[in-house]
């Protein structure tokens, strides 16, 4: 039963869910803040964790970087690397979150729109289950990769 | 000999004087009987008679001891007293001349005379006198006389005359020894001579042939001096012929040297016509001279020897003119022949060559040969030498080119593993969360943000206008809430609504810029111009007190002024006091 439990949590082809959902869920994520960068900059502000100076390149390169690594992860190109910046991102996320539920900040998670309900301990739990899954992804992903596809021949070469 | 009988008196008639005479004749006849040459034993027999006959004595004997000779003679004495001194005569002398006594020099005869020497044992019985005489170096001489016929002992007169005698006697012997020392010599010097004259002619016949062998060693020598400098086979052979047609007078030679393959001879040739050099390299001359080599069957010369052609016919055989033919084999299967011809002395016979100009003959061939053996070994070790070295060149080549291909190959070996490390690492990067990657999909959302941003209609500043706007009027909280109380300032909350819920300043205005104009119209339209505007709420990430600050100066209204502090510098001066 733990064996098969086990099997099942290292399971690639759960990983290849979970790498799936990750990158629609960034994907469709970034696709609302690309396109309204004014409205995610003020969503970054309302964190007050950034300095102005430097809240609407955030708001630039964040979506972007949010699809980039989005789509990647569909393809299944460099699946450790983004699993990182997403893990990253994801944390930052969550920190900031749940900084702003200690300083009970009235505002609104950003995630995906502008107009949502205020963050919440739901919101912190959401993010780190998607960490989780960014987890599981980084150490168990090993189906369905482009890089499989064109490297997996290579990485048989011995120096 | 005179004899007392043939006197004219008997002896003891005799006066003085005539018994002088007597006694001198006696002297001078004994003298004469032993004046003739003869042997000492020749003399001790003739003395015998001569001394017994004038003194009348019954018997006498001698024993003479010569060159280790012992001689015996006696006269009167019965045969068995004879023979007694015949072995015992040695001892006798022995008695009067000890044998490890100095060699004594010749001396005057001893006499002894006596009634006791006629029963001395060693003497015969009635021995009268006995009388000893050494001649020096060894010969001694001891005589012994009987008593007289008369039976009267011996006066001193014949005493005397017996003495003379002896003394005639000791000269006697001592001339014979001379004498026969002379022809001991002489017949020594004759054998000596003869050995002599023997010695000369071997030591003219032996001088006769260290001649010859100092003659023959020379021409070896030179032939050797000759041919020690030339290393060509061609050169050798030539200097040889030469040499050898000196040394054994010959006014014609050849050589032919043929190799085990055809084609392979060389031949030289002096005081013969042109053509025969032609002949002997040519294959009937080759064939002409190993047909001697099959002729002689198992006296075929073997390897670095030699053999002179005796039989004529045999030389007739071969292929030019030879008055003495040699047959000589080199190793390596090289064979040859040698001819001479028309010797200086015209002679044409067999006998040509005596021994020693065959020994001569076989030294110089011998000579030659390993001359000739050692050219060509020199031949050989300069042609192996030669293709040692083109080897050698053929070698290094391609040792140069194994190590350009080595090089070649460590290059493209480690250009491999260049590679390889680089394709290995580049595609283990891909398995592993690598900072290249990160920062490459960082660098590229950034580049698509910041173009897409710059491309897109509705794109906001990378850099806030607060930033880079004028800095705006500023106020202290305490100035902000007199002016708000005096002359009647309206203060605007520039936050979000739902900040301006969670607090604000007494009777303030929340303008949020997102609802700037719709807020704006509805509350502050109406408002003069004049009326001072307090501003205030910013935070570490938006300035909304400045961009809210910078819309109302645009539309007109004189005095905009931002709260230093914001909110809680106004919280901070307490409640407000009643007028």
């Given at each position: 039963?733990?064996a098969?439990?086990?099997?099942?949590?290292?399971?690639?082809?759960?990983a290849?869910?979970?790498?799936?959902?990750?990158?629609?869920?960034?994907?469709?994520?970034?696709?609302?803040?690309?396109?309204?960068?004014a409205?995610?900059?003020?969503?970054?502000?309302?964190?007050?964790?950034?300095?102005?100076?430097?809240?609407?390149?955030?708001?630039?390169?964040?979506?972007?970087?949010?699809?980039?690594?989005?789509?990647?992860?569909?393809?299944?190109?460099?699946?450790?690397?983004?699993?990182?910046?997403?893990?990253?991102?994801?944390?930052?996320?969550t920190?900031?979150?749940?900084?702003?539920?200690?300083?009970?900040?009235?505002?609104?998670?950003?995630?995906?729109?502008?107009?949502?309900?205020?963050?919440?301990w739901?919101?912190?739990?959401?993010?780190?289950?998607?960490i989780?899954?960014t987890?599981?992804?980084?150490?168990?992903?090993?189906?369905?990769?482009?890089d499989?596809?064109?490297?997996?021949?290579?990485?048989?070469?011995?120096? | 000999?005179?004899?007392p009988?043939?006197?004219?008196?008997?002896p003891?008639?005799?006066?003085?004087?005539?018994?002088?005479?007597?006694?001198?004749?006696?002297?001078?006849?004994?003298?004469s009987?032993?004046?003739?040459?003869?042997?000492?034993?020749?003399?001790?027999?003739a003395?015998?008679?001569?001394?017994?006959?004038?003194?009348?004595?019954?018997?006498?004997?001698?024993?003479l001891?010569?060159?280790?000779?012992?001689?015996?003679?006696?006269?009167?004495?019965?045969?068995p007293?004879?023979?007694?001194?015949?072995?015992?005569?040695?001892?006798l002398?022995?008695?009067?001349?000890?044998e490890?006594a100095?060699?004594?020099?010749?001396?005057?005869?001893?006499?002894?005379?006596?009634?006791?020497?006629?029963?001395?044992?060693?003497?015969?019985?009635?021995?009268?006198?006995?009388?000893?005489l050494?001649?020096?170096?060894?010969?001694?001489a001891?005589?012994?006389f009987?008593?007289?016929?008369?039976?009267?002992p011996?006066?001193?007169?014949?005493?005397?005359?017996?003495?003379?005698?002896?003394s005639?006697?000791?000269?006697?012997?001592?001339?014979a020894?001379a004498?026969?020392?002379?022809?001991?010599?002489?017949?020594?010097?004759?054998?000596?001579?003869?050995?002599?004259?023997?010695a000369?002619?071997?030591s003219?016949?032996?001088?006769?042939?260290?001649?010859?062998?100092t003659?023959?060693?020379?021409?070896?020598?030179?032939?050797?001096?000759?041919?020690?400098?030339?290393?060509?086979p061609?050169?050798?052979?030539?200097?040889?012929?030469?040499?050898?047609?000196?040394?054994?007078?010959?006014?014609?030679?050849?050589?032919?040297?043929y190799?085990?393959?055809?084609g392979?001879?060389?031949?030289?040739?002096?005081?013969?016509?042109p053509?025969?050099?032609?002949?002997?390299?040519?294959?009937?001359?080759?064939?002409?001279?190993?047909?001697?080599?099959?002729a002689?069957?198992?006296?075929?010369?073997?390897?670095?020897?030699?053999c002179?052609?005796?039989?004529?016919?045999?030389?007739?055989?071969?292929?030019?003119?030879?008055?003495a033919?040699?047959?000589f084999?080199?190793?390596?299967?090289?064979?040859?022949?040698i001819?001479?011809?028309?010797p200086?002395?015209g002679?044409?016979?067999?006998?040509?060559l005596?021994?020693?100009?065959?020994?001569l003959l076989?030294?110089?061939?011998?000579?030659?040969?390993v001359?000739?053996?050692?050219?060509?070994?020199?031949?050989?070790?300069?042609?192996?030498?030669s293709?040692?070295?083109?080897?050698n060149?053929?070698?290094?080549?391609?040792l140069?080119?194994?190590t350009?291909?080595?090089?070649?190959?460590?290059?493209?070996?480690?250009?491999?593993?260049?590679?390889?490390?680089?394709?290995?690492?580049?595609?283990?990067?891909?398995?592993?969360?690598?900072?290249?990657?990160?920062?490459?999909?960082?660098?590229?959302?950034?580049?698509?943000?910041?173009l897409?941003?710059?491309?897109?209609?509705?794109?906001?500043?990378?850099?806030?206008?607060?930033?880079?706007?004028?800095?705006p009027?500023?106020?202290?909280?305490?100035?902000?809430?007199?002016?708000?109380?005096d002359d009647?300032?309206?203060?605007i909350?520039?936050?979000?609504?739902?900040?301006?819920?969670?607090?604000?300043?007494?009777?303030?205005?929340?303008?949020?810029e997102?609802?700037?104009?719709?807020?704006?119209?509805?509350?502050l339209?109406?408002?003069?111009?004049?009326?001072?505007?307090?501003?205030y709420?910013r935070?570490?990430?938006?300035?909304?007190?400045?961009?809210?600050a910078?819309?109302l100066?645009?539309?007109?209204?004189?005095?905009?002024?931002?709260?230093?502090?914001?909110?809680?510098?106004?919280?901070?001066?307490?409640?407000?006091?009643?007028p």
């Amino acid at each position: 039963m733990t064996a098969a439990i086990r099997a099942l949590l290292t399971s690639p082809w759960l990983a290849l869910a979970f790498r799936l959902y990750l990158g629609g869920l960034f994907v469709y994520a970034a696709m609302y803040k690309i396109n309204y960068a004014a409205e995610f900059s003020t969503t970054i502000a309302s964190y007050r964790l950034i300095p102005y100076w430097a809240v609407n390149v955030m708001a630039l390169v964040m979506p972007w970087t949010e699809i980039i690594c989005g789509a990647m992860l569909l393809l299944g190109v460099r699946v450790k690397s983004v699993t990182v910046i997403i893990g990253g991102l994801l944390s930052v996320f969550t920190l900031a979150i749940f900084i702003n539920l200690l300083r009970n900040a009235p505002i609104s998670c950003g995630c995906f729109h502008t107009l949502e309900d205020p963050i919440s301990w739901w919101t912190v739990l959401r993010d780190l289950t998607w960490i989780g899954m960014t987890v599981h992804v980084h150490y168990f992903d090993s189906v369905l990769q482009t890089d499989q596809l064109f490297l997996g021949k290579l990485r048989r070469i011995h120096t | 000999m005179i004899s007392p009988k043939d006197t004219p008196d008997a002896p003891g008639s005799l006066t003085g004087t005539d018994r002088q005479l007597f006694h001198l004749k006696s002297l001078y006849e004994a003298s004469s009987a032993l004046a003739v040459p003869a042997r000492p034993a020749d003399l001790l027999r003739a003395f015998l008679p001569v001394a017994m006959g004038p003194l009348g004595l019954t018997f006498g004997f001698g024993i003479l001891l010569h060159a280790g000779a012992l001689t015996i003679e006696s006269l009167g004495l019965q045969p068995p007293a004879a023979d007694l001194y015949r072995a015992s005569g040695l001892d006798l002398v022995h008695k009067f001349f000890p044998e490890d006594a100095a060699p004594a020099h010749p001396s005057r005869p001893v006499i002894l005379a006596g009634e006791h020497l006629s029963h001395d044992p060693n003497l015969p019985m009635g021995t009268a006198a006995v009388i000893a005489l050494s001649m020096g170096a060894g010969t001694h001489a001891v005589l012994g006389f009987g008593p007289k016929v008369a039976g009267v002992p011996l006066d001193a007169d014949e005493t005397r005359l017996l003495d003379g005698l002896a003394s005639v006697l000791g000269h006697a012997l001592n001339n014979a020894t001379a004498m026969e020392c002379v022809r001991d010599l002489n017949t020594s010097l004759a054998r000596r001579n003869d050995d002599l004259h023997r010695a000369l002619g071997e030591s003219e016949r032996a001088r006769e042939a260290l001649s010859r062998h100092t003659l023959q060693l020379r021409a070896l020598y030179e032939t050797t001096l000759e041919m020690i400098d030339i290393h060509e086979p061609g050169g050798i052979l030539d200097a040889f012929l030469l040499s050898l047609m000196g040394t054994l007078s010959f006014t014609g030679g050849w050589i032919a040297l043929y190799g085990p393959g055809h084609g392979r001879a060389e031949a030289v040739c002096r005081g013969l016509a042109p053509c025969v050099r032609e002949e002997l390299v040519s294959e009937t001359g080759r064939g002409a001279v190993l047909a001697r080599f099959v002729a002689l069957k198992d006296r075929i010369p073997h390897a670095n020897h030699a053999c002179l052609v005796d039989d004529p016919e045999e030389r007739q055989a071969l292929p030019a003119q030879a008055d003495a033919a040699v047959l000589f084999t080199l190793d390596q299967g090289w064979q040859g022949a040698i001819g001479l011809s028309a010797p200086l002395s015209g002679e044409r016979d067999d006998e040509l060559l005596d021994e020693d100009a065959r020994q001569l003959l076989h030294s110089l061939v011998a000579n030659f040969m390993v001359t000739l053996g050692n050219a060509r070994q020199l031949d050989l070790i300069r042609e192996l030498n030669s293709e040692l070295a083109a080897r050698n060149v053929d070698l290094q080549t391609t040792l140069d080119a194994l190590t350009s291909a080595k090089r070649e190959i460590d290059v493209q070996t480690k250009a491999k593993e260049h590679l390889v490390a680089l394709v290995h690492g580049e595609v283990e990067r891909v398995w592993r969360a690598s900072w290249l990657d990160i920062c490459l999909i960082l660098l590229a959302g950034a580049t698509l943000g910041i173009l897409y941003n710059l491309s897109s209609p509705g794109g906001i500043d990378l850099v806030p206008k607060s930033l880079l706007a004028p800095p705006p009027v500023m106020i202290e909280a305490a100035e902000a809430r007199r002016l708000a109380r005096d002359d009647k300032a309206v203060i605007i909350d520039a936050r979000p609504g739902d900040f301006f819920l969670q607090g604000h300043i007494p009777d303030a205005v929340n303008l949020p810029e997102d609802l700037f104009e719709f807020v704006y119209s509805m509350k502050l339209s109406d408002l003069d111009p004049a009326v001072p505007l307090l501003v205030y709420g910013r935070n570490i990430s938006r300035r909304y007190d400045a961009d809210v600050a910078r819309q109302l100066e645009l539309l007109g209204h004189e005095r905009v002024l931002l709260i230093k502090g914001g909110l809680d510098a106004w919280n901070g001066l307490g409640p407000e006091e009643a007028p």
